[in-house]
């Protein structure tokens, strides 16, 4: 069955993806406003504010929260993302109005309660100190912040203690109004759903939401560059990217598919060469963030002290071969890859909410599966190279790490040997 899309005259989108098989359905929110939509001392509020829609209404208690949606067997929650933050709820299909009419409560009608908020700045500050207690995480805010030095993209979502710890309720109301109106909000569903029954949910629950439309995000700008933290440890964690492309832009699938030859896998080239070949690390793997604007392609791996200065020379000696020497049967490898997992992830309702949701924000529509795989098979090898040529050569790259990492290579000296930009004016 198809996808319907209808957009309300509160500027609302609503987004219905039926799967009539099925016994349950996943509806949702999702909200054009993450991270990189706060203000430099509203750095945290985003994730602060995801967490507080649950922590009270003028209608329900955070516990009444809780019990209405376990009590029909549901679950709800809740991320934020750089670009997004999204809200939703698993349930049967019977209870499709509830699921709406909690989710609608805690984005229309929430209280901040300033105990409430104590309390959950405290659970935010613990979070924040459990992620910088793993490297393996941290290398990739480190990173982000080094490709995106002095921007909004590129700030850890979490916040740091001081900024999460300074806000107030009045805080969390005025960032709500600015950022969550009926222009920026997709309300979506899929599972055992029917189109009309959302409309009359959106109706009935989402009346309140104001039509305007939230302000502009401030344009990225790819710096690169090195952050790097030494600490006692038994591995190096790394990072190594370069500016990525954007959603919109032609080679974006090009990307996606580099990104899986590179490290995508097992039988990628970074897999056989680093870790099966040379035992340098336990693992390693390529990817590609896209954003509205920019994107990030990133290698990550994490190796012993002694290791990390043969390690960076073999990962940039597969980035330069692979601008010259890509096979077809490399390349079919990642589009069924790609294929696979598109396919797998469409077989859950809170994935297809969930891809119908971003597709809407970020392109004005949605696509069918045979548009994206179209995009993918249109991509040839000749493609792919050039690309590579480009994306490693025309700026300076982004080294992030922590660890004893004494031995590694300096960003500049990485440029250099790929010919960048950069490395050239360097």
């Known amino acids: 069955m198809a996808v319907e899309v209808t957009r309300l005259a509160s500027g609302l989108t609503v987004i219905t993806d039926p799967m009539p098989h099925l016994a349950s359905a996943t509806v949702g929110v999702w909200v054009d406003a993450g991270s990189r939509s706060e203000a430099e001392a509203e750095h945290g509020i985003s994730h602060l504010l995801e967490h507080m829609a649950f922590k009270g209404t003028n209608k329900r208690s955070a516990q009444q929260i809780a019990e209405e949606i376990e009590a029909v067997g549901g679950e709800i929650n809740a991320a934020t993302s750089v670009e997004t933050t999204s809200y939703y709820a698993r349930i049967l299909a019977d209870d499709l109005e509830l699921a709406g009419d909690i989710l609608a409560d805690i984005l229309i009608d929430s209280r901040f309660d300033a105990e409430e908020l104590e309390r959950e700045q405290h659970v935010i500050v613990q979070e924040i100190g459990a992620?910088?207690?793993a490297p393996e995480d941290k290398v990739f805010d480190l990173f982000q912040e080094a490709a995106f030095q002095g921007q909004p993209i590129g700030r850890p979502i979490l916040g740091t203690e001081a900024t999460v710890r300074g806000f107030r309720p009045g805080d969390l109301h005025s960032y709500l109004d600015r950022h969550y109106g009926g222009p920026g909000m997709i309300l979506t569903a899929a599972g055992k759903v029917e189109h009309a029954d959302m409309l009359r949910l959106a109706d009935a629950a989402f009346g309140g939401i104001k039509p305007k439309a939230g302000p502009q995000q401030v344009v990225a700008g790819y710096r690169g560059g090195q952050?790097?933290?030494?600490?006692d440890l038994q591995e190096v964690q790394v990072v190594l990217g370069f500016e990525g492309r954007p959603y919109g832009a032609p080679d974006y699938h090009a990307t996606q598919l580099l990104a899986a030859v590179?490290?995508?896998?097992?039988?990628?080239?970074?897999?056989?060469?680093?870790?099966?070949?040379?035992?340098?690390?336990?693992?390693?793997?390529a990817f590609h963030w896209g954003y509205v604007d920019t994107g990030l392609f990133g290698i990550h791996a994490a190796t012993g002290e002694d290791d990390v200065a043969e390690l960076i020379p073999v990962m940039l000696g597969e980035i330069e071969r692979i601008a010259h020497d890509l096979s077809e049967a490399e390349l079919n490898r990642a589009k069924a890859q790609f294929r696979a997992g598109l396919l797998m992830g469409l077989e859950s309702p809170t994935g297809r909410a969930s891809q119908n949701a971003r597709q809407q924000l970020f392109f004005g529509r949605t696509f069918t599966t045979d548009e994206v795989m179209a995009k993918l098979n249109a991509v040839d090898t000749g493609d792919v190279r050039a690309l590579a040529e480009r994306l490693f050569t025309r700026s300076m790259p982004t080294l992030a790490a922590i660890g004893p990492h004494g031995k590694l290579p300096e960003v500049g000296?990485?440029?250099?040997?790929?010919g960048s930009v950069a490395g050239a004016a360097a």
Not at 262 to 285: I, P, T
Request: with cysteine.
């Open 262 to 285: 590179l490290g995508g896998g097992m039988s990628s080239r970074l897999f056989q060469e680093v870790r099966e070949k040379r035992g340098l690390c336990y693992a390693v793997s």
């Open 131 to 133: 992620a910088a207690d």
């Open 413 to 418: 000296a990485i440029a250099a040997r790929l």
């Open 227 to 231: 952050l790097v933290e030494a600490r």
